[in-house]
């Protein structure tokens, strides 16, 4: 288990993406700092779940990482507690789907705070640890609307290329730290954000879910299937390892070839 000894922090791991992530690293012996909203039983029975079937501590903070005084509290506690963080995963994340002339500026605000900013407030606590241990590895969730825009998502596009400018930063600034930072573009996951699209077009079309996902997918796949969330924790577990050490700064694409056209 080459994460033996490790900890990580997962923002929104509650659910998807995040949750295969915080699997794939317990499962790899890391001990976990989840976050992320959610019902408490639901969200107490997969933080005891996660910790009994792997045999590693995991905690939940329920951190808005929408502001920064709560991520800092939320790394603080996570080096008080687990007593250091070597693995930062920037993932929590919301989306809303409009054209700009209708773009609630409010959405804008909390999109660009929630999936942008918390991870230069994260990073920015972070690293002092890492420094000092001189091991650290940083993966920022963006998309592979990181890579190309799609109308009417004008602030998570935005959002998602900010990240991949932040990752290469990250990367050049800590690059003979021992600390690496890197980018995930995800092409569709079927996760609670991407059903609520797919519900939405449902209902818009007056079809059903099962009929429009072909659609959904294709319409911007070349492979009609949906990524996993156990595949980017795989990835993720990669960059972590060793043989990842001097993979820095860039974006790996996991998306049905969906930034190959
Ligand atoms: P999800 O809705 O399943 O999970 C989002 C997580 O973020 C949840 O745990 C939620 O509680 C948490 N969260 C939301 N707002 C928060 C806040 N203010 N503070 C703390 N936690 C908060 O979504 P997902 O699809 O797993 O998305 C995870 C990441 O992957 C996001 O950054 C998303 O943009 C990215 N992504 C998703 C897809 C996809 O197709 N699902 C594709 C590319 C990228």
Redesign the pocket.
């Known amino acids: 288990m080459s994460l033996k000894g490790k900890v990580a922090l997962v923002?929104?791991?509650?659910?998807?993406?995040?949750?295969g992530i915080a699997r794939a690293f317990a499962a790899d012996g890391a001990d976990i700092m989840m976050?992320?909203?959610?019902d408490p039983v639901a969200i107490e029975s997969l933080r005891a779940g996660l910790a009994a079937e792997f045999g590693v501590r995991v905690l939940h903070d329920?951190?808005?990482?929408?502001k920064a005084a709560p991520i800092a509290a939320m790394v603080a506690r996570t080096e008080a507690e687990l007593d250091r963080l070597d693995i930062l995963v920037n993932?929590?994340?919301?989306?809303h789907v409009a054209p700009i002339a209708d773009f609630p500026p409010d959405r804008w605000d909390a999109i660009i705070?929630?999936?942008l900013s918390?991870a230069f407030h994260a990073t920015q606590r972070a690293i002092r640890g890492m420094k000092s241990r001189k091991w650290g590895r940083i993966i920022n969730?963006?998309?592979?609307?990181g890579l190309v825009g799609s109308a009417e998502k004008s602030a998570?596009v935005a959002a998602?290329h900010g990240i991949l400018g932040l990752t290469k930063v990250t990367a050049l600034e800590l690059a003979n730290d021992g600390i690496t930072c890197n980018a995930i573009?995800?092409?569709?996951?079927?996760?609670?954000?991407?059903q609520k699209q797919l519900d939405a077009r449902a209902e818009r079309e007056g079809r059903t879910v099962a009929e429009v996902t072909h659609t959904f997918l294709t319409d911007k796949q070349p492979m009609a299937a949906?990524?996993t969330?156990e595949g980017i924790g795989a990835l993720a577990l990669f960059l972590c390892s060793d043989a990842a050490a001097t993979m820095t700064g860039s974006p790996y694409s996991i998306d049905g070839g969906w930034t190959a056209q």
Not at 35 to 38: L, R, T, V, Y
Not at 62 to 66: K, L, Q, R, Y
Not at 91 to 95: D, E, L, M, V, Y
């Open positions: 923002t929104g791991s509650t659910s998807g993406i995040g949750l976050n992320g909203f959610g329920g951190a808005d990482v929408s993932n929590a994340g919301i989306q705070a929630i999936n918390s969730i963006a998309s592979a609307h998570y998602k573009c995800p092409g569709w996951v079927l996760t609670p954000l991407v949906f990524s969330p």
